[in-house]
Nanobody, 125 residues
Framework: QVQLIESGGGLVQAGGSRRLSCAAS????????MGWFRQAPGKEREFVAG???????????NYADTVKGRFTISRDDAKNTVYLQMNSLKPEDTAVYYC???????????????WGQGTQVTVSS
């Protein structure tokens, strides 16, 4: 029902910035909760950020403590795309970043029903 395609990964110097994009498509891809996870080599996949569908009062967002204040998740409903703006990047941010989506906002925090293929972000020292 939902297809997700991430883009924007690459090599970044420590302290730099990068913006990831996740384009959603499919029959039920409009205005649904989405989020970002990441997985570093030898590590388990971990939650990064989540965003609810747009409502009367805008969106709800949630961030992992490790990225709070540095990363910002947002969405562009006209483009059906969610972004992850990453600032002040650290080597420990190096990972494959995955986009996820679900019909339930609360499930995003544990991983949604749909996943993208991932995009590699490498932060050099």
């Amino acid at each position: 029902q939902v297809q997700l395609i991430e883009s924007g990964g690459g090599l970044v110097q420590a302290g730099g910035s990068r913006r990831l994009s996740c384009a959603a498509s499919g029959r039920t891809s409009g205005n649904i909760p989405m989020g970002w996870f990441r997985q570093a080599p030898g590590k388990e996949r971990e939650f990064v950020a989540g965003i609810s569908g747009s409502g009367t009062f805008g969106t709800f967002t949630n961030y992992a403590d490790t990225v709070k204040g540095r990363f910002t998740i947002s969405r562009d409903d006209a483009k059906n795309t969610v972004y992850l703006q990453m600032n002040s990047l650290k080597p420990e941010d190096t990972a494959v970043y995955y986009c996820t989506a679900d019909m339930s906002y609360v499930r995003i925090n544990r991983g949604g029903a749909y996943w993208g293929q991932g995009t590699q972000v490498t932060v050099s020292s």
